[in-house]
Structures are given as structure tokens and as C-alpha cells.
């Protein structure tokens, strides 16, 4: 299939910190099109932290505490969302995929005991690099938002 027309669900998320083993994912936003059709749907969920530590990303825990869904429930939800893309032939795909990637494959064998993704991931730097360039944008650090700005970068540029 060309790239024009691949299906990729950008991933990012936000943590407290950052090993999943010990910190938690609070924030996570998934977007999902092709070059051909650009952005055709969204996803965010807020998680309740599963531990109180936090390094990184005070703002995302502190409104996961309050507005956070059980990180079972919230998996499920991506899992859900997700289902139909999957079905139509979608990439994951993160920036950087050696940290969202495992986070996402993490809380899914945990908390739904399989991961709905499977076992390929693509990592946006890593393509971009591999083509001589870098992968440089501005981001909120909002998920939802941060995966959206992500993957306009990647289909204009990838």
C-alpha cells in the first residue's frame, strides 16, 4: 500500500515519569489518518495514576487524580477505538516509539491482558532520520493534541 493512502494511529502520552514499573501514564491521545485523507478520528482518556511518585508531567497527574478513569477502563476504551483502524490496516506509530511503546504494551497486558496494537510499532524519529532529516515540532504537551501536531508532521513530511 502507498503512503498516501497507509492508515497510522499516532500515539503520545504522558507519564509522572519515566519508568512504567514504577511511575504512572496519566494522559493518553491517539489520532489516526493517512496522507490522502488526513486526520480522521481522535481518542484521549485521562487515567488515574496507579502510584503516587511524580517526576515529570505534574499538570497531567494532578488532572488525572481528579478526572481519571480506572486504567482498565481506559485501556479498554483505546482498545475499543482502536478496533475498527486496526481492522482497516493502521500503523502505530510514536515519537519516540522506544517510550510510548512500551508504556502502551505495558498497561495493556496489565490491565486488559493483551495488546491491541500486537507487536509492531513504528517510531516517527526513526523513519525521519532514516531519510537524512529530523522529526522537529512544537508540542504542548497535551497527548491528544501533541499526537495530532505528530502526525500532520509525519504525512506532510514522511
Not at 497486558?109 to 509492531?120: M, R, S, T
Request: charged share 25%.
Amino acid at each position: 500500500m502507498s503512503f498516501a493512502k497507509r492508515l497510522w494511529i499516532m500515539v503520545d502520552l504522558e507519564t509522572s515519569g519515566p519508568v512504567y514499573s514504577r511511575h504512572s501514564l496519566t494522559e493518553l491521545g491517539a489520532v489516526v489518518g493517512s496522507r490522502e485523507r488526513g486526520v480522521i478520528d481522535r481518542f484521549e482518556v485521562l487515567l488515574t495514576p496507579v502510584g503516587d511518585e511524580v517526576r515529570t508531567s505534574r499538570a497531567s497527574y494532578d488532572r488525572a487524580l481528579r478526572e481519571g478513569v480506572a486504567p482498565a477502563v481506559g485501556m479498554g476504551r483505546l482498545r475499543d477505538w482502536a478496533s475498527p483502524h486496526l481492522a482497516a490496516g493502521a500503523t502505530f506509530v510514536a515519537r519516540p516509539a522506544a517510550f510510548d511503546w512500551p508504556w502502551v504494551v505495558h498497561y495493556a497486558w496489565q490491565h486488559l491482558g493483551a495488546n491491541p496494537f500486537g507487536f509492531k510499532a513504528v517510531c516517527a524519529s526513526s523513519w525521519f532520520e532514516a531519510r537524512g532529516r529530523r522529526f522537529d515540532v512544537k508540542l504542548p504537551h497535551v497527548a491528544v493534541r501533541d499526537a495530532e501536531i505528530q502526525l500532520e508532521h509525519f504525512l506532510a513530511n514522511g
